[in-house]
């Protein structure tokens, strides 16, 4: 006999819910399709294992102190140490770190890492700090941080507005507080103190893999294909410069300066010269602005959300004009725009499975640390390549045997693998 399902706990309640809800109802819709020998263990998806919220305050270069809000969730642990990137954005809140940290949980066994999920971040938008000013405060929060993390524990990496220097910034700190170099405990290092070749491009790769084994599914061939890729950071830059590099065209760019677009193909070399020159898309050599409500209804074979959640929604599902929608970003589809592109043909990669390569690579990394010997940038790929394949076809084959989206199927490998382990190692005490 089942407990009723418990209330959300009251820290949850008091927010908006936007991320944190949406994986609650994906939850939802996965737990009548898992094993029933799993379903005493549900509740243990919903409730994060732990909190820690942190005040960061720092010294400005003007002298003032600031403060700011910072937090670390752990997910799930059951199948290994925490593992999940920290952002730096002016809207993190606790219930979208929450969600974060829960995503990592299903993707890590999605792909079949030995790690749990987890997720971290600080309040602050980033662009508004001096290069020293970031640095006091992630020195500051990994310090506040200190007490969850550690190789064996919790490994963070880098997220959006973070990214090897910062990750060099928290190993240093880390380090520092134990009185020893430890370069296991952050992923998305620079290469110098312990990072991986290739990590750099993971995410990216990733999507283009995934991309491609569903576009193979679907009889589409890659050469002469459209994209459109919202987000041109550390996800969207690697993932158009990989695409085009198979052979097809960029037709559409978006990210927080707009939208461009060229529906011969935009000259990436020409748009990263601009945009390192006036840090805009706008005015790229061959290229049209365009409105955001353009953007999502440009004709392409491929749509890689990779900027932030909630993206896809109602108000943009009905209009998109892209045959594969692949989740670089995670969350950026709601559960509502998730039924229309399905009711569509659209098909959707889950950011669980699509935005795996760069935790896949971070696990590389991790491994090398431990070892402290180093593969090639041949050898990562390789790997990547292989486990990226093993886990999409994986989730495929679930899709097609039981009828579910892939969001679906990729949900009952990588919820069934974590309540397997939680279920398996049982209650303490
Ligand atoms: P990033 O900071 O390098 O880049 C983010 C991009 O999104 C930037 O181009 C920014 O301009 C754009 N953006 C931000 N707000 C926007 C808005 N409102 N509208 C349009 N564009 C906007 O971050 P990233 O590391 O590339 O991460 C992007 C997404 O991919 C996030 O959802 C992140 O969680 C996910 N992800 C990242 C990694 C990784 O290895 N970095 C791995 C897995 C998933």
């Known amino acids: 006999m089942l407990h009723p399902p418990c209330p959300l706990p ?6 908006k819910l936007g991320p944190w809800e949406t994986y609650l109802e994906q939850v939802a819709q996965v737990t009548p399709l898992l094993a029933p020998s799993l379903q005493p263990w549900i509740e243990t998806l919903h409730r994060p294992k732990r909190i820690l919220i ?8 003007n002298g003032e102190i600031a403060h700011f809000e910072g937090y670390r969730v752990q997910h799930n642990t059951s199948r290994g140490p925490g593992k999940g990137g920290v952002r730096y954005h002016q809207d993190v809140s606790l219930p979208e770190v929450m969600a974060l940290a829960a995503w990592m949980s299903v ?25 020293e000013e970031l640095e006091r405060l992630t020195r500051r929060y990994t310090s506040e941080i200190n007490i969850m993390i550690g190789p064996d524990r919790d490994i963070p990496a880098p997220d959006v507005n973070t990214n090897a220097q910062v990750m060099a910034w928290m190993m240093d700190t880390f380090s520092m507080n134990q009185g020893r170099t430890s370069t296991g405990v952050v992923t998305g290092k620079p290469i110098s103190v312990g990072g991986s070749l ?20 679907l009889g589409i061939p890659l050469a002469g294909s459209r994209i459109a890729i919202q987000g041109f950071g550390n996800v969207g830059e690697a993932a158009a410069r990989i695409f085009a590099g ?6 559409a760019i978006q990210d927080v300066t707009g939208s461009i677009c060229n529906p011969a193909g935009i ?13 805009t898309l706008i005015g790229a050599p061959g290229t049209e602005a365009i409105t955001g409500e353009e ?23 009905p209009n998109l004009a892209a045959r594969i929608v692949v989740e670089g970003a995670n969350g950026p589809t709601t559960p509502a725009a998730d039924a229309i592109l399905e009711e569509r043909g659209i098909l959707v990669v889950p950011d669980v499975l699509a935005n795996a390569g760069g935790v896949t690579v971070s696990y590389f990394e991790w491994v090398q640390d431990f070892s402290s010997f180093f593969w090639t940038e041949e050898e990562i790929n390789q790997r990547l390549e292989r486990l990226m394949t093993e886990a999409f076809n994986a989730v495929w084959q679930v899709s097609r045997e039981r009828r579910l989206r ?11 693998r974590v309540l397997e382990a939680r279920a398996i190692r049982g209650l303490y005490p």
């Open 10 to 15: 009251s820290y949850v309640a008091a927010d």
């Open 54 to 61: 942190v005040d960061v305050p720092i010294r400005l270069d």
């Open 107 to 131: 993707k890590n066994a999605v792909v079949n890492l030995p790690y749990g999920g987890a997720k971290g971040g600080v309040r602050v938008d980033p662009r508004l700090l001096s290069i």
């Open 198 to 217: 290739g990590r750099q491009d993971a995410t990216g790769r990733g999507v283009f893999v995934a991309a491609r084994e569903a576009a193979r599914q």
């Open 246 to 251: 198979a052979g097809a065209r960029v037709v």
């Open 267 to 279: 000259d990436l070399a020409a748009l990263r010269a601009h945009v390192a020159q006036f840090k």
């Open 295 to 317: 953007f999502w209804a440009v004709p392409c074979e491929f749509l890689v959300p990779a900027a932030l959640e909630g993206q896809i929604t109602t108000a943009n599902a």
């Open 406 to 416: 892939l969001r679906t199927a990729a949900f009952v490998v990588g919820c069934s």
